[in-house]
């Protein structure tokens, strides 16, 4: 079975850009949650997706912004980018409340 | 604001010895994760540990979890080479909104 699968792989933007990055969960599973990893430190919550709505969010500005679609895809988007923007973002997909599955993470670099 | 605390947060170890990881965390949580990260690489899940007294094995790594103390260790025993990584805890807040500690960046040496 197909795990988690993010895309692109890597990115490369410039500061003020606007991005989107795209997840696709393990089939069946209708929760996805992202997550920001910035290079040295622990991955921090930014939002959760259950049956196309949004359950949760973390202290994140409101340049970001996700949604899910009806096949349980979701996309999250990152406008005005900064420098500071520049990290891995995960993806996760879960049975809702199980133990969940995180993609490979797309690499964004803002110059 | 829940905070997770993991130390030490650099290990450099010799191969064939045994250390521990701490995860302390500050508020109530009956859920708890250790995952394992390689440069470059995502998350690979270790263990979850769902109840207090909770205690799972892998090979040379055992983990536990005190809900009371609200702390849960990550012990490594024997170490070898192919253990260099870095660690994380994950506490659950609620519904999949996990809280990670740092990392721990382990160093195993010959």
């Known amino acids: 079975d197909a795990g988690v699968t993010q895309s692109p792989t890597h990115l490369i933007k410039t500061r003020g850009q606007h991005v989107t990055l795209r997840c696709s969960p393990i089939?069946?599973?209708?929760?996805v949650s992202w997550y920001q990893q910035v290079l040295g430190q622990g991955p921090q919550f930014i939002f959760q997706?259950?049956?196309?709505?949004?359950?949760g969010r973390g202290n994140f500005p409101d340049r970001f912004s996700a949604r899910q679609f009806p096949n349980y895809s979701s996309e999250l988007n990152v406008n005005a980018l900064l420098l500071g923007d520049s990290a891995l973002y995960l993806c996760a997909s879960s049975l809702w409340n199980q133990p969940q599955h995180f993609g490979d993470g797309t690499r964004l670099s803002i110059l | 604001e829940l905070k997770v605390e993991q130390n030490p947060l650099f290990l450099s170890m010799q191969e064939g010895k045994n250390y521990t990881i701490y995860c302390n965390y500050s508020t109530t949580s009956d859920r708890l994760y250790w995952y394992r990260q390689d440069p470059g690489k995502s998350l690979e899940s270790l263990f979850v540990?769902?109840?207090?007294?909770a205690v799972k094995q892998e090979g040379r790594l055992m983990a536990s979890l005190d809900t009371k103390a609200r702390l849960s260790t990550l012990h490594i025993t024997a170490a070898v080479h192919d253990l260099s990584a870095t660690y994380f805890c994950?506490?659950?807040?609620?519904?999949?909104?996990?809280?990670f500690g740092a990392g721990t960046r382990l160093t195993v040496k010959p």
């Open positions: 540990l769902l109840s207090n007294g």
């Open positions: 994950a506490v659950d807040m609620t519904n999949n909104d996990m809280r």
């Open positions: 089939s069946g599973h209708k929760s």
């Open positions: 997706y259950y049956e196309k709505e949004e359950r």
